[in-house]
């Protein structure tokens, strides 16, 4: 283990309820994650720190196990880092592992893959206590036609359609490892994608067009259509966040 003095990297794992937050990323003078938890950290070390996050979620997004990894130089241990940062931070925000890693981990550039979830409520009266967690939509869906899309969105493709006209400099090519449906009990529909990378707002557009494809609006065929545009032509098909959970990181 390394001196008490040297400069040491520390792994997090956090899950938190995304609401009332401005994202994961820092802002000024708005609730993030990111900052939320570098001033708890920086109480304890009393020095200033960069978290570095395995992604950005958007504002309302929520995390079932984000990654994320800090260097300082201190003499307090990881397993005091989970304990005090837990009593620190708000209710909303769990940390769930303290690590030493080896100092040339990067939380977001190591990352082989992630995982994202979606979740629609889809019953005819909302429940409140998903209100902030799952896209309420009260009519039926072709399911099957919805699955259509799943499979069409696997393998590597160029998902331009699914990406802010804003960030068109960005290599928008993506390989989607897998995309897949399973239904809970209290038919909650659970929208499972993982990938090498996620384009800002990709998971929510797919699933604001997908959604269309279940009501009937779109064909499924229209969806593989789209899909090969390369071209976002209808900007009005995002999710709303709540119904977003980043699931997993995989190194």
């Given amino acids: 283990m390394a001196n008490k003095g040297e400069e040491k990297n520390i792994k997090l794992s956090i899950a938190y309820d995304g609401t009332g937050y401005f994202g994961w990323q820092r802002q ?11 001033e708890r950290i920086e109480m304890m070390v ?21 990654v994320a990894n800090f260097r300082v130089s201190s ?10 940062l837990n009593s620190l931070v708000p209710e909303n925000i769990l940390i769930k592992d303290a690590q030493y890693v080896p100092f040339d981990f990067h939380a977001r550039y ?41 499979e069409v969105i696997e393998g590597t493709h160029d998902f331009s359609y699914f990406c802010p006209a804003q960030d068109r400099k960005i290599d928008p090519v993506r390989s989607m490892i897998q995309a897949s449906l399973k239904i809970r009990e209290g038919n909650l529909l659970i929208f499972d994608f993982e990938a090498n990378g996620f384009l800002r707002h990709m998971v929510r557009n797919i699933m604001g067009t997908i959604v269309k494809v279940g009501l009937g609006e779109m064909s499924a065929a229209r969806f593989a259509e789209i899909l090969q545009s390369k071209d976002r032509e209808h900007p009005g098909a995002k999710a709303p966040p709540g119904g977003l959970y980043l699931k997993d990181v995989k190194y």
């Fill in 110 to 150: 190591h990352a082989k893959s992630k995982v994202y979830e979606y979740r629609i409520h889809n019953e005819r009266l909302q429940s409140p206590f998903l209100r902030h967690y799952a896209w309420h939509i009260p009519h039926s869906f072709d399911l099957q036609a919805m699955q259509q899309c799943l």
């Fill in 28 to 38: 000024v003078d708005k609730p993030t994650i990111q900052g939320t938890i570098e």
């Fill in 46 to 66: 009393r020095k200033p720190i960069s978290l570095i996050g395995a992604g950005r979620t958007d504002a309302g997004v929520h995390a079932l196990h984000q």
């Fill in 75 to 84: 003499p307090i241990t990881p397993a005091t880092f989970l304990r005090a």
